[in-house]
């Protein structure tokens, strides 16, 4: 029997697009292990000077550039009284980066929820546009934003009143100060993220049929009842996974939140409104200064941090991967 031609062309297309998929995959993994090759080397001095220390440390400091002589450590050099200690800077990167999931999850899974359920279709258009246009606008205009309206609020007016009537509470009496620390932050990334996970969260209830939530709707069921009971546990997955994108932006965001952060180094926080840094933006910060140390052992130590935020980056994907498996056999099992 000779096979059809078209059978042939569908043959050979389905092996071309298999093909470039895996070549894809292969790339993408290929990029990212010579991405942390790169830095696992490049940092390895640092490595070996710092050693356990860089992960309990609190004091970051590149040491005397204008002295002479230098420190050793496991074979490595640096100027004199250099300490790299990265746990401010993950305390920071690990706070904020919580603090919007807290805030961000909840506002977004109903903002998605109104998209598609409650706004009227004649304006759908207009608030799919709006929420999409909002997850593209570039960073460092949020951070200005933040720097001209957020900071001032929160220092005259948010600051205030959380002293006068919410000091009790741990963690948020104390004063406001400048109004740039880990509460700016938070709120610089809920707003950063927040579309990102709306437009995800939207585009996964639309991909599910309408029969989970008619059939909730025709037993007796409130909207309510039919979103939170039918509609979302159909859709874990889906919003895991957004979930997972916007902590990921939230993780390594840079210039918006080095712009209302504070930049503290060497001290923690002790409420929501006093400086904090997160790794992402210390490295910017402190890049110049790395520059000037004649060993490089502070420019190898930025790069150290790096080396952290990628696998604290890594470990938040891998856990939500083996989440995402667990759902997916537990629906499965259903």
């Known amino acids: 029997m000779i096979a059809k031609p078209w059978r042939i062309q569908r043959v050979g297309a389905q092996a071309v697009l298999r093909t470039v998929t895996i070549t894809m995959a292969a790339v993408s993994f290929a990029v990212i292990f010579l991405m942390l090759a790169f830095l696992v080397i490049y940092a390895y001095p640092a490595i070996r000077f710092n050693g356990l220390g860089f992960l309990t440390g609190t004091i970051w400091n ?95 007016s948010v600051g205030p009143f959380a002293e006068a009537h919410l000091g009790f509470i741990p963690f948020v009496g104390g004063g406001a100060g ?33 029969t989970i939530f008619e059939a909730s709707m025709a037993l007796g069921s409130t909207t309510w009842q039919a979103v939170t009971r039918g509609v979302l546990p159909s859709v874990r997955a889906g919003i895991l996974g957004s979930l997972l994108i916007a902590f990921g932006r939230a993780l390594g965001e840079t210039m918006a939140v080095l712009m209302v952060c504070g930049g503290a180094i060497n001290i923690f926080p002790h409420n ?21 140390d004649s060993s490089g052992m502070a420019q190898r ?25 667990g759902t997916d056999r537990d629906g499965n099992r259903a």
Do not use: C
Request: glycine content about 8%.
């Open 272 to 292: 929501l409104f006093q400086p904090v840094n997160t790794i992402a933006a210390v490295i910017v910060s402190q890049l110049e200064s790395a520059l000037t």
């Open 62 to 156: 590149i040491g005397n550039q204008y002295g002479s002589g230098s420190v050793s450590h496991n074979g490595y050099a640096a100027m004199p009284g250099a300490q790299f200690g990265a746990l401010v800077f993950i305390y920071g990167t690990l706070m904020t980066s919580g603090l919007t999931m807290v805030f961000a999850v909840p506002f977004a899974i109903l903002v998605a929820l109104a998209l598609v359920y409650r706004v009227h279709p004649a304006l759908k258009p207009l608030a799919n546009a709006l929420v999409e246009l909002m997850s593209g606008i570039p960073s460092v205009v949020y951070g200005l934003w933040g720097m001209i309206v957020l900071v001032p609020w929160i220092s005259n």
């Open 178 to 210: 400048s109004g740039d620390g880990l509460l700016a932050a938070t709120f610089i990334l809920v707003l950063m993220v927040t579309p990102i996970m709306v437009a995800t969260i939207r585009d996964v209830i639309q991909s599910q049929s309408e």
């Open 301 to 325: 130590s930025l790069a150290e941090l790096a080396v952290v935020l990628f696998v604290i980056t890594l470990s938040v994907n891998v856990v939500a991967r083996t989440v995402l498996r």
